[in-house]
């Protein structure tokens, strides 16, 4: 009786708990497929693209490790404006020339914004009222920034011969450095990270910083590392899937290096409040103070602050060491790989300039030929392939295509550098691309390394600059020669928010002319 019981009992609960479950499964199933639904879900007359997995969206059709070939496949499939899903993140990927004009310049209003969730604004600067510049959204603020930090690069030089005084004064200091290396092999990574950190410090701080200094050492590492994160396979990952932030991954050492930038940072402004006279600025940081002290004396509505000083100087810093630092050292590779380019750049520099001492910037129109090999060292160095990721303001739309507000925009500037129809050889590294049939310097539309519209860098003036200066003094002064135990040299760039050229030595020799 127990027994027929038992079973009895036993069939009822096994019958009671089906009864529970199928519904149960059926919700649950239901649920999920909602969930996959509206996380992979493309709304009506969203740009078109690759059909995405749950959870991982398309990042299966991504090399993380450098998708610039993988966006470009795909932008061959689904034309100029698609999007793509980074985990459960949409994002839209603007190609070519004409895409990119119609929405950073005639839509700029609408595709000017930057997103507050990503990984490198988190990292950066975790301060939701002091966003810095860069990341900065499209507000009151960032115009604000925007407009002091130009006006202040002008007070400070750029634009006269003060700060070509500057530039050449560390290009000597690299001089020197090859000069001792007496034609032997040399890493020449750190040296040029250091210049163009020097140039940019001198501005921010009113300083050079020796090579052995600690806060030098710190900085010129940091940008090298951090850089690779944020754009790389880590940095990816925090962006396109929230469940793994707080996970103890790789993407950590990001925030930690950032941190320490920070307390660096407040280490130079607590030491430089010692010695500040206001009203009479030294260097950047006290002309923000004294501008912030006169917009609080007349009350002036003002989103200028100590923190936002801070979040600014480690956003110039950054922006101005790596972009052209990766700029040198991807020039002189090509200028080894072709030292036919070197050469015509030499010959033209030797007869512009003959005995003057130095080169200065207006010697500039003289030199069509230089002008085009280093135009096509940034074509080719395609140095911030990305960009910096835009964001939508409103809802709004491109080329026929729907996009809501607060969408994420990857303007594919590497797209608009080698495309085709746009330049004579554009998978060549081809000085010509930028000359007419007369010889004369002439600029495509498509060369856009500094991206365009009312985010376009900031520090381009400043970059040409340097690149002009540095590379016309170096190669006035030096033959570049790929050392002969090293191999092929190889063009494959390192992938990351500004790419790199692989690691590598060069010799530099001292011209014949010179000895
Ligand atoms: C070869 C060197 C450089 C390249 C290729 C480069 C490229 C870029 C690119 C592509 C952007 C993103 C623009 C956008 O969002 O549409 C940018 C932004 C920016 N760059 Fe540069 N840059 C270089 C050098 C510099 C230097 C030397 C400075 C320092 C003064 C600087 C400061 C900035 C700033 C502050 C922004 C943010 C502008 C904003 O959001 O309003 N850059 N740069």
Redesign the pocket.
């Known amino acids: 009786v127990v027994s027929d019981c038992g079973q009895y009992m036993a069939a009822e609960h096994c019958y009671h708990s089906h009864n529970v479950m199928v519904p149960l499964v059926l919700f649950l199933a239901a649920a999920l497929a909602l969930w996959v639904y509206f996380q992979t879900h493309r709304p009506k007359n969203f740009p078109p693209g690759p059909p995405p997995i749950p959870v991982l969206g398309n990042l299966l059709e991504l090399h993380l490790e450098n998708p610039i070939a993988d966006l470009e496949r795909l932008a061959k499939r689904y034309g100029n404006v698609y999007s793509i899903l980074l985990g459960t993140r949409r994002a839209v990927v603007i190609n070519g020339v004409g895409a990119l004009k119609e929405a950073?310049v005639n839509k700029s209003a609408d595709f000017s914004d930057r997103r507050e969730d990503l990984f490198v604004r988190r990292a950066a600067h975790p301060k939701a009222h002091a966003p810095g510049?860069?990341l900065?959204p499209y507000s009151p603020g960032?115009k604000e920034h925007?407009r002091f930090?130009l006006a202040t690069?002008r007070n400070f030089g750029l634009g006269k011969q003060s700060m070509e005084q500057r530039i050449l004064a560390e290009t000597h200091r690299v001089v020197k450095l090859l000069q001792q290396s007496d034609g032997k092999p040399v890493d020449p990574q750190s040296i040029f990270h250091h210049t163009?950190s020097n140039i940019?410090c001198q501005i921010l701080f009113a300083k050079q910083f020796d090579s052995e200094d600690e806060f030098m050492k710190f900085f010129t590492s940091f940008f090298r590392e951090t850089s690779k994160i944020i754009n790389g396979p880590w940095g990816m990952l925090y962006d396109s899937i929230p469940s793994v932030r707080y996970l103890p991954l790789p993407f950590n050492k990001a925030f930690h290096l950032f941190k320490m930038s920070h307390e660096r940072y407040l280490e130079k402004f607590i030491e430089n409040k010692k010695t500040r006279v206001p009203g009479k600025p030294r260097h950047f940081i006290d002309a923000y103070l004294d501008e912030l002290e006169k917009k609080k004396r007349g009350n002036t509505e003002s989103l200028l602050s100590e923190d936002q000083l801070r979040a600014v100087l480690l956003?110039?810093h950054f922006?101005?060491t790596d972009?052209?630092a990766n700029?040198v050292l991807s020039g002189l590779l090509y200028l080894m790989k072709y030292p036919h380019v070197q050469e015509l750049c030499q010959q033209e520099i030797d007869r512009v300039l003959q005995d003057k001492p130095e080169v200065s910037l207006e010697d500039r129109v003289q030199m069509p030929y230089v002008q085009a090999a280093i135009h096509e060292i940034?074509r080719t160095a395609n140095?911030?392939p990305l960009?910096?990721f835009?964001c939508t303001t409103r809802d709004t739309d491109l080329l026929g295509y729907s996009i809501p507000k607060d969408e994420r925009i990857i303007?594919n500037?590497s797209s608009v550098l080698n495309e085709k129809g746009q330049w004579k050889r554009p998978d060549e590294f081809y000085p010509d691309n930028f000359l007419n049939e007369n010889g004369e310097f002439v600029k495509p539309e498509a060369f856009m390394?500094?991206?365009?519209?009312p985010?376009?860098?900031?520090?381009?003036g400043?970059?040409r600059m340097?690149?002009f200066i540095i590379l016309v003094t170096l190669l006035r002064r030096f033959r570049f020669i790929w050392p002969e135990d090293a191999g092929e040299p190889d063009l494959t760039p390192v992938f990351g928010v500004t790419q790199t050229p692989k690691p590598y030595r060069l010799r530099a020799q001292i011209r014949s002319s010179l000895k």
């Open positions: 950073l510049v860069v900065s960032w925007r930090i690069l163009s940019i956003d110039l922006a101005g972009t052209t700029t940034q140095t911030v960009s910096v835009h303007p500037l390394p500094f991206s365009t519209g985010r376009v860098c900031l520090g381009e400043l970059a340097e690149l």
